[in-house]
Nanobody, 115 residues
Framework: QVQLVESGGGLVQAGGSLRLSCAAS????????MVWYRQAPGKQRDMVAR???????WYADSVKGRFTISRDNSKNTVYLQMNSLKPEDTAVYYC?????????WGQGTQVTVSS
């Protein structure tokens, strides 16, 4: 069993920054690809960024150049640094870890960006 707990969300003005954390417990995530998703009201959950066990990263076009995903395996934690935030970044942000055949999600953290 893996538990994922996101934190770091909040209310910020456009142009501001937030850093989200996803702390895992129950199993080491060091060999896993970790992913951040987000879901805005009335919309589907979309992948925002992912990081491989080796540190390779991928970003959605909408956040490229503004968001940075990183991991600290010693802390079993993944981060999402979000800079130059825009109102359209407002969503609940979720952390995801796949341990086949299981898929684990955190409870989500709300990010609200005011214009």
């Amino acid at each position: 069993q893996v538990q994922l707990v996101e934190s770091g969300g909040g209310l910020v003005q456009a142009g501001g920054s937030l850093r989200l954390s996803c702390a895992a417990s129950g199993r080491s995530i060091s060999i896993n690809r970790m992913v951040w998703y987000r879901q805005a009201p009335g919309k589907q959950r979309d992948m925002v960024a992912r990081i491989s066990s080796g540190g390779s990263t991928w970003y959605a076009d909408s956040v490229k150049g503004r968001f940075t995903i990183s991991r600290d395996n010693s802390k079993n934690t993944v981060y999402l640094q979000m800079n130059s935030l825009k109102p359209e970044d407002t969503a609940v942000y979720y952390c995801n870890a796949g341990f086949p055949p299981y898929d684990y999600w955190g409870q989500g953290t709300q990010v609200t960006v005011s214009s």
